[in-house]
């Protein structure tokens, strides 16, 4: 329907120091809309148009011993953003839009431990309309945390994510959660595991209208070849 499209990256990077590099990329993507964004009965927008984008990244990264850290500038410039409006239950493009911001990342990693804590500062605009993009925090952070003691491994994630605006102004609240895991494996090829979500039984909205889960408990088997 919408025919071919060509999308150009490219990148290159330089070793400021023997622990440290710059690296700068560049990047184009194309997205036609889904067959359900364009014909699923009763929530459905047949006349979206496809979704394309360009984005740049200048990004140091390096370390030293057990430590890695990366700090990168982004930016996205999106034309007919397409997003789904849970207030009449079709996508719609948005025109044109910009997404920029600074992410951070410090890992440590030596013997039993594993860490890793990352950060990300947003600027989400709608510039047809100079408001923010729907559903985009300006600031969200994770801190992942294993210990890994012979065959076992524990592990919890926090995540934080700062209030948001969705359809209609309506603000959303920002949030908190944890997750906890357990996972044993007794030789090379199974790993059985046992996950623990939003242990907080935190109450909070990713859209207005839709709460998400509480406590949530999952297990499982993994298997490797």
């Known amino acids: 329907?919408?025919?071919?499209?060509?999308?150009?990256?490219?990148?290159?990077?330089?070793?400021?120091?023997?622990?440290?590099?710059?690296?700068?990329?560049?990047?184009?993507?194309?997205?036609?809309?889904?067959?359900?964004?364009?014909?699923?009965?009763?929530?459905?927008?047949?006349?979206?148009?496809?979704?394309?984008?360009?984005?740049?990244?200048?990004?140091?990264?390096?370390?030293?011993?057990?430590?890695?850290?990366?700090?990168?500038?982004?930016?996205?410039?999106?034309d007919n953003l397409i997003e789904f409006d849970f207030v009449t239950f079709v996508p719609q493009n948005l025109g044109r839009a910009r997404a920029r911001g600074i992410e951070g990342s410090l890992a440590y990693r030596r013997g039993l431990f594993d860490g890793r804590l990352a950060a990300t500062w947003l600027d989400a605009e709608n510039l047809d309309t100079g408001g923010p993009l729907l559903r985009r925090p300006d600031t969200s952070a994770s801190l992942v945390l294993f210990v890994r003691p012979g065959a076992w491994t524990v592990g919890g994630t926090l995540r934080y994510v700062s209030d948001r605006t969705d359809f209609g102004d309506v603000a959303l609240a920002a949030y908190s959660t944890l997750d906890l895991s357990l996972a044993w494996r007794p030789n090379e090829r199974w790993e059985p595991f046992v996950r623990f979500e939003n242990v907080l039984d935190e109450e909070y909205e990713e859209a207005a209208g839709y709460p998400a889960p509480g406590i949530g408990f999952r297990a499982g088997v993994g298997l490797r070849f």
């Open 1 to 78: 329907v919408y025919g071919a499209e060509t999308s150009a990256k490219a990148g290159v990077a330089w070793a400021a120091a023997p622990a440290w590099r710059l690296r700068a990329t560049y990047g184009e993507a194309f997205r036609a809309p889904s067959l359900a964004d364009l014909y699923y009965p009763g929530f459905s927008n047949p006349d979206l148009q496809p979704e394309s984008s360009q984005s740049y990244e200048l990004a140091v990264e390096g370390g030293e011993g057990a430590w890695r850290t990366t700090v990168a500038l982004f930016e996205n410039d999106l």
